[in-house]
């Protein structure tokens, strides 16, 4: 009981110029980390989608994926001809797997930020020139999201018509 009766409250002070300046900084790193974040999760999610596709047509087309990277997926992939995979929508998701590379390595912000600058000149060379101003507006996310679910619907497509024909 004397413990109680001797506490005492500390009261808190006035933060210095130098702790306002900190806290500050934190403050802006903490977002920057988290938007970081999302851009990796984002990107890495799109192209595990990305990928299912692609072994989706493998499998129909009935070519092998086991032992193939992402890459030589997308190589023999174009072998198959499909008409729903434009030059343009395989060069989305080749710059789509350049992004995903540049981060599983740990490549310099500035480098990861320079693909996506391609990721999204790549999305709207895909689309028509009316698309180009929603894709200009996009948020990094909803781009990124969008250019590998584009690729991810017409690998799908033509997986389906595909194993539809035999």
């Known amino acids: 009981m004397a413990d109680v009766e001797n506490w005492v409250m500390l009261e808190e002070h006035e933060a210095s110029q130098q702790e306002k300046m900190f806290e500050e900084a934190h403050r802006r790193a903490t977002e920057r980390i988290k938007a970081y974040e999302e851009c990796i999760i984002t990107v890495l999610k799109g192209h595990l989608a990305a990928e299912q596709a692609l ?4 499998t129909a087309g009935k070519r092998r994926k086991r032992g193939r990277k992402f890459a030589g997926k997308m190589y023999v992939a174009r072998g198959l001809f499909v008409e729903e995979m434009t030059k343009e929508l395989w060069k989305l998701l080749e710059v789509g797997n350049d992004l995903r590379n540049s981060i599983a390595h740990g490549d310099k912000q500035g480098t990861i930020d320079n693909r996506i600058i391609e ?3 790549a999305f709207i060379d895909a689309n028509t020139p009316e698309q180009k ?8 996310p909803q781009m990124i999201t969008m250019a590998f679910s584009q690729c991810s619907s017409h690998i799908t497509v033509a997986a ?3 194993e ?3």
Do not use: P, V
């Open 55 to 58: 072994n989706y047509l493998l």
């Open 119 to 121: 990721l999204r000149k």
């Open 133 to 140: 101003k929603h894709i200009e507006a996009m948020s990094e």
């Open 160 to 162: 389906d018509r595909i």
């Open 164 to 166: 539809r024909a035999s």
